[in-house]
Every structure is written in C-alpha cells, then in structure tokens.
C-alpha cells in the first residue's frame, strides 16, 4: 500500500500525558499537512510542511503542540499535557510537487480520547 | 478570512436517483480551488471532484458533477445515480492558488443517506 499511513490509529490517554502520533506520507509527496477533526465538524487545518520545513501554523496549533518532520519524509505530531478538549481525529496528508492543481491525499487518522 | 458553509447537515437519497449537495464560501480571493471530498465511515478522505476558479466550465467525473457559480461564489455537487455506495460525509474545501499549495478550508459536511 503506498498511501498515506499513520500510526497509531487510536490512542486513549489521560489528562495531563504527552502523546505523539506519526504520519508517513506517499513517498514522492514533498508536502505533508496535519489537521484535526471533531465529531461533527469538518477538518481544520494545523500545520503544514514543505520538505523538512514547516512552513504555516494555525491559531489552533497552541504551544503544547509541536510538529516536525526531520528528514523531510515522515512527521510526528506531539502534544503534551494533554486536555479533554484535544479528544478528535488527527487526520495527515500529503501532496506533490506541481503546478496549478495538487490533490492533498490523506490518511486514515488517529482518534484520540483523552480521559 | 476564507469560509466554506454547508447549510445541510443531513440529505438523503433513494438508490439511482439524483441529489445535489449545496456549498457556498467567500473569499477576496479571485485565483482558487475547489473540492468536493468524500469520507465513508470509519474510512479515510478521498477527493471526489475538483474545480478550478478560472475555469468557467464545471467539473464532471463519471456521476458526478459540480455547478460552478463563481460570482455568487456557490459550489454544488450533484450525484446522479447515486449507489449505496455513496453514502458518506461529503465535504466542501476551499484552498488559495498560486504556487502556495496551502492548506485546505473545509465546511462543516453533508451527511448523505442513500436508501435502497
């Protein structure tokens, strides 16, 4: 399969943990977004990386969360003293290198339930 | 700021018939791109269709259609013959265009029944 892959899909944790999650995005993609989706709504974007750099944060990405992405190949998505209110679908995904129109491919996400 | 709204939260279908989805959004912005995508429970997003702002002509991809309405800025997607198949969340995107290749704005979703 040479999708975009995450790991772990569901992480149940309690208040106050540190969590990390992984997104390996498709191979050839230099981009690679992260974004959050709670129960009912659409995704909202996080953060955004072009090759090893990240390259825009949203509002929403507050100093507890931190993403990187090293190598410029996977990423990982750390939040630290985790709330109740960090509870939905972390959803990555990826796109190429191209002009005009990229189609972002995303992966099947990691539901988090903080406790 | 851009807003994509979807105004229908539930729609519902019977197999082989016909429904359109509404999307409206707003932007300064005259240089865009639009997207239709799909995200089946408990499965992953995938794109449906996708329109280009400068592109007067709307979008088309197997049974699916968009209406491509840029100067009331409304993006519709129609299924024809729809399937059960088709029953999923729908969502509407919105991203800027030129080089940025940023990130995508999305409304709140159609959740779209389809019965047999």
């Known amino acids: 399969d040479t999708g975009v892959s995450q790991d772990p899909r569901h992480k149940i944790t309690k208040r106050g943990q540190n969590v990390t999650f992984r997104c390996d995005p498709i191979s050839e993609h230099n981009r690679l977004y992260w974004y959050r989706q709670t129960l009912g709504q659409g995704p909202e974007f996080l953060t955004y990386?072009?090759?090893?750099?990240?390259?825009?944060k949203s509002r929403l990405l507050s100093d507890r969360f931190s993403a990187e992405r090293p190598k410029g190949s996977f990423s990982t998505l750390e939040i630290q003293r985790t709330e109740q209110g960090d509870s939905a679908m972390y959803l990555c995904?990826?796109?190429?290198?191209?002009?005009?129109?990229?189609?972002?491919?995303f992966g099947p996400g990691t539901r988090l339930t903080v406790l | 700021a851009q807003t994509v709204t979807q105004s229908q939260p539930e729609m519902s279908v019977q197999e082989a018939e016909t429904v359109t989805l509404s999307c409206t959004y707003d932007t300064s912005e005259s240089d865009y791109y639009l997207f239709w995508y799909k995200q089946p429970p408990s499965r992953q997003m995938i794109l449906v269709i996708r329109?280009?702002?400068?592109?007067?002509q709307n979008a088309t991809e197997n049974r699916f259609s968009v209406n491509f309405q840029k100067a009331a800025k409304s993006f519709s997607l129609k299924i024809s013959d729809s399937q059960l198949g088709d029953a999923a969340m729908y969502f509407c995107?919105?991203?800027?265009?030129?080089?940025?290749?940023?990130?995508?704005?999305f409304g709140k979703g159609t959740k779209l029944s389809v019965k047999p």
């Open positions: 990386f072009q090759n090893e750099a990240q390259l825009e």
């Open positions: 329109q280009e702002a400068y592109k007067q």
């Open positions: 995904a990826s796109s190429g290198e191209s002009r005009g129109l990229s189609e972002q491919f």
């Open positions: 995107a919105y991203r800027r265009g030129g080089g940025s290749q940023g990130n995508l704005i």
